[in-house]
């Protein structure tokens, strides 16, 4: 290939990599001192597209920022994509901020893809528990990155239990498929926690429904076990002790997600919970926001207890709509 050709392509694999849009790329590299651009929209389109246009300004100044040798933009874009990951975290400084957080965007992004990736296959039928995943290099010519940020991607997933390296032997899909479509859900919430509005309305879906399937399930093990809880409540209740009250308040929530005979729901609601807590405010600070909230928690516990599933969504709507007075989620 060309080396302008060459030059032109690597040029936007790495704004790709950067996962940067052109208006972001040219602001970071190609801007004066004084804040004013020093190449359009168009123009690098032209470099990026058609291979058209003079990229040596913009080289000198991607090489300049982050300290690497204009000779890396010769070679195969390739080789260029596997080097990236390499090139930033060496040449990183405090000024290069914006490159390193949009590196851990272009792995972030990556674990995504693949998940979607292996959730499409294993639905298809092509891939199922415990079978081995294609590796690095067939991976890479799939998704059309370097092999370095497959492999990136694929430690993440491996950690998250949704695949499981085996070092000589190759890399296979965990053997529980319930864990490795609920991993990424989960995973998914936690990298969105900013969006806890959204995050609170799939929650309070969540617990409603499972209120209702508690009603309705009533399982005699699992319920001696949410009227346990009752009791530990009420006490806490008696004796004003916020802390404890917060705590048989969380069990109880996932006492009635178990009840409701639904794994997905359980994990769910485990997760978001655990979120939950992460993000929010100081949450019951009175006697009588425990007060107002026991008596919720009783309602809601009396519906479950004699069956009424359409009382039991019903006492913990209200309840989900109360907390969110009480509670400050941020």
């Known amino acids: 290939m060309e080396e302008t050709k060459v030059r032109h392509e690597n040029i936007l694999q790495l704004r790709r990599y950067l996962n940067m849009s052109q208006t972001e790329f040219i602001d970071c590299f190609m801007t004066s001192p004084d804040g004013s651009r020093k190449m359009s929209n168009a123009s690098l389109s032209n470099i990026e597209s058609k291979g058209k246009g003079s990229s040596k300004q913009l080289v000198e100044n991607i090489c300049t920022k982050m300290s690497i040798e204009p000779s890396v933009f010769a070679k195969d874009p390739g080789d260029f994509l596997d ?14 901020e914006p490159v390193q957080k949009t590196k851990k965007k272009q792995i972030n992004y990556m674990v995504d893809r693949l998940t979607r990736y292996f959730a499409d296959q294993m639905l298809s039928g092509r891939l199922k528990k415990g079978d081995q995943i294609p590796n690095d290099r067939e991976l890479a010519a799939t998704m059309g990155v370097g092999r370095t940020t497959i492999r990136e991607a694929l430690k993440v997933l491996d950690i998250m239990g949704m695949i499981d390296i085996r070092p000589g032997q190759g890399t296979f899909i965990t053997g529980q ?19 806890i509005d959204q995050i609170l309305e799939v929650r309070d879906t969540l617990e409603e429904k499972a209120a209702s399937l508690a009603a309705l399930h009533r399982v005699p093990q699992k319920m001696a076990r949410l009227e346990a809880i009752m009791k530990e409540m009420s006490s806490a209740h008696e004796a004003g ?10 069990r109880f929530h996932a006492a009635i997600a178990d009840l409701s005979e639904n794994d997905i729901i359980y994990a769910l609601g485990q997760t978001i919970s655990n979120l939950i807590h992460q993000v929010s405010g100081t949450g019951l600070t009175t006697p009588a926001q425990m007060e107002e909230s026991y008596l919720e928690h009783q309602r809601i516990y009396e519906t479950i207890r004699i069956g009424d599933t359409a009382e039991a969504r019903a006492a ?15």
């Open 177 to 195: 498929e319930n864990d490795f479509f609920m991993i990424p859900i989960s995973w998914s919430l936690f990298m969105n926690a900013s969006q």
């Open 316 to 330: 913990m709507h209200d309840h989900l709509q109360r907390a969110h007075h009480r509670y400050n989620y941020s």
């Open 241 to 250: 002790d916020l802390s404890v009250f917060s705590d048989t308040d969380t």
């Open 83 to 96: 080097e990236l990951p390499d090139m930033i975290r060496d040449h990183s400084s405090d000024s290069e």
